[in-house]
Antibody
């Protein structure tokens, strides 16, 4: 069974950095594009970033572009999100999600990791 | 770009049909067939219910169906059940720059 487990969330001050990880199992990680999606408290879903199978193509929402970096290590079946210059509005549950095919859909989701940005 | 527009809430009695709309523009919903719908129960991860406007992943009941007309996509749940009470989000491809955008979400209440 395909499974994704996020880690690395926590409390960080504005301007600080965090690195999220997502460990994949139960499917061929190196054959799937991957995504990060976040959900602020009491709010809706927001797409954050997508990375291609090889890692050569990356895409970002305008709200995080220039501050967040998505990457992957196919040898470790792990997806990452490096989050720099954190802002209060980055406070959210961050979900890792596997692409169904191509870049358009997300068919396997982790349970999420909580990031809180506050002084 | 703004999020896709969904009604904040819809409701229906068990056995009824309910439809949730998702309105975008010709740059997203209206311009591509890449529309999907996600179900999210409280404190749970989202679940893919519909993709390619009207296709169901394996395991999703055929009570769930999708359609699109112009810039508006719709999710219809036929014979709604108590277990269907959840938040529903539409999502559309929005071009090679924005890639994906979600709707604001619709809370389905089963009366």
């Amino acid at each position: 069974e395909a499974q994704l487990v996020e880690s690395g969330g926590g409390l960080e001050q504005p301007g600080g950095s965090l690195r999220l990880s997502c460990a994949a199992s139960g499917f061929t990680f190196s054959s799937s594009a991957m995504n990060w999606v976040r959900q602020a408290p009491g709010k809706g879903l927001e797409w954050v970033s997508t990375i291609s199978i090889s890692g050569g193509n990356t895409y970002y929402a305008d709200s995080v572009k220039g501050r967040f970096t998505i990457s992957r290590d196919n040898s470790k079946n792990t997806l990452y999100l490096q989050m720099n210059s954190l802002r209060a509005e980055d406070t959210a549950v961050y979900y890792c999600a596997k692409a169904l095919s191509g870049y358009f859909y997300m068919d396997v989701w982790g349970k999420g990791t909580t990031v809180t940005v506050s002084s | 770009q703004s999020a896709l527009t969904q009604p904040r809430s819809v409701s229906g009695s068990p056995g009824q049909s309910v439809t949730i709309s998702c309105t975008g523009t010709s740059s997203d919903v209206g311009g591509y067939k890449y529309v999907s719908w996600y179900q999210q129960h409280p404190d749970k991860a989202p679940k893919l219910m519909i993709y390619d406007v009207n296709k169901r992943p394996s395991g999703v009941p055929d009570r769930f169906s999708g359609s699109k007309s112009g810039n508006t996509a719709s999710l219809t749940i036929s014979g709604v059940q108590a277990a269907d009470e959840a938040d529903y989000y539409c999502c559309s491809f929005a071009g090679s720059y924005t890639l994906k955008m979600f709707g604001g979400g619709t809370k389905l209440t089963v009366l």
